[in-house]
């Protein structure tokens, strides 16, 4: 039995270190963000996991920006996948040599909200405020993934035992993406109504964007546009069949008539080209740019406002982009406390459906695991999945800083191809 741990630390913004952390237990000790009431919470319905793989994500990404109130000492990683090495007394379902997949979200799968399938705010894992996962700011403190051990709560509920060990490891750069991504960028597209002929635009073509436009071809949209402003992202959106939007080139409407707009009749003089999409996903959140030439200005309104005005009247808003209560990097004092000028009166005129949130992730990832073992999706292809050790986290965080179009995949054991 392994008696050490090393893994990612969050040390003060822009800085992050590979260290010497933790063996996890099956209880929650003191530490950075943990709570004082679940200093000594007994887990004896956890797991111990040797990680496969832990995925870095936009959402880390924020903290270590500086742009959360994330204390330091914090250990990263919401993005799991691991074998099954000790479980608690209360474990029923699964054995240790399992390979599962751990949804973000911590979940206790007994109260209200998680009978009811909203996960994401899980009632009972955070003193703070309803909502849990892994390495995350005022998220109940739970030891993060980006290391070679971590623990999971409430295990027979919260892990997703894959059918056959050996045909996962084959397709495991593809399932690693099933504890958030996948479901994240799928539920942004469900939210927003995509589905068999649909017209669709994402915001932002980071690894949650492709994602998205991934999941938007899965579910039967015509057209899929993915704006941003960063080439090499636009060129990956490209490489699997969406429609680049460079938003560095002005409003996105001109760039989306071009593609999808309708002339409207001749009695309105002039006819005018009607840029409207049926479906609108914000895949950016609260460090949103602005476009043209406020590219590259904080604007963190704009893709909301956008969004609404490029939605078709009686449309939807998937938003499974970050916004936070608290943003001490912002630049306006009210956006420190999560206040957006948003057209709100916009979306109303329009009668546009809005959905936030984090996503609930058992709603999709079994579905999505079907889909991945049955050769129907390549998602690790579509966000461009680049496997690197543990030990060169540090570098992958500074490269998607600068908005490498990659989805970074550390490795903690060695144990992932790196093709």
């Not at 849990?132 to 290391?147: F, N, R």
């Not at 449309?315 to 004092?333: M, Q, W």
């Not at 292809?381 to 995949?409: H, M, S």
Request: glycine residues 12%; contains cysteine.
């Amino acid at each position: 039995m392994a008696e050490q741990n090393r893994g990612v630390v969050y040390m003060g913004p822009g800085h992050v270190e590979v260290q010497d952390t933790e063996y996890p237990s099956l209880e929650l000790h003191a530490g950075a963000g943990v709570p004082r009431e679940s200093v000594g919470r007994q887990c004896n319905h956890g797991v111990i996991l040797r990680v496969v793989s832990t995925n870095i994500c936009g959402s880390d990404q924020h903290m270590v920006r500086g742009r959360t109130t994330a204390p330091a000492g914090l250990v990263l990683g919401h993005e799991i996948t691991g074998e099954v090495i000790e479980k608690g007394r209360d474990v029923e379902f699964l054995d240790v040599g399992d390979l599962v997949s751990v949804p973000f979200n911590i979940a206790c799968g007994r109260c209200r909200n998680c009978k009811e399938g909203k996960t994401g705010i899980c009632l009972t894992v955070n003193p703070a405020r309803p909502g849990g996962a892994y390495g995350y700011v005022d998220m109940g403190g739970w030891p993060g993934g980006q290391a070679e051990y971590v623990m999971v709560p409430y295990a027979d509920f919260n892990c997703m035992k894959f059918p056959d060990k050996e045909q996962a490891m084959e397709k495991i750069l593809d399932l690693t993406m099933l504890s958030d991504i996948f479901p994240t960028g799928y539920h942004g597209c469900v939210s927003a109504g995509v589905t068999t002929g649909s017209t669709v635009y994402i915001a932002g073509a980071g690894p949650v964007g492709l994602a998205a436009a991934h999941s938007a071809q899965l579910l039967g949209a015509a057209v899929v546009m993915v704006g941003d402003i960063i080439p090499e992202r636009l060129e990956q959106a490209r490489s699997f069949g969406c429609e680049p939007i460079d938003v560095s080139k002005g409003d996105p409407k001109d760039q989306i008539a071009r593609l999808i707009g309708e002339r409207l009749a001749e009695a309105i003089n002039p006819p005018t080209t009607i840029p409207e999409v049926d479906c609108g996903v914000d895949a950016v959140g609260f460090e949103a740019r602005g476009h043209g030439e406020h590219a590259g200005e904080e604007l963190p309104a704009t893709v909301l406002n956008s969004l609404m005005d490029l939605t078709r009247a009686g449309g939807a808003l998937g938003i499974p982009g970050l916004y936070v209560t608290g943003d001490p990097g912002a630049k306006e004092e009210a956006a420190k406390h999560g206040s957006l000028a948003i057209r709100i009166g916009l979306g109303w005129a329009k009668s546009h459906t809005f959905t936030t949130g984090q996503t609930p992730v058992m709603r999709y990832n079994r579905k999505l695991m079907m889909a991945i073992l049955n050769d129907r999706c390549q998602i690790a292809k579509a966000v461009n999945a680049t496997v690197i050790p543990l030990d060169e986290a540090p570098q992958g965080y500074e490269d998607f800083d600068r908005g490498a179009a990659k989805k970074f995949v550390l490795d903690p054991h060695g144990m992932l191809p790196r093709a």
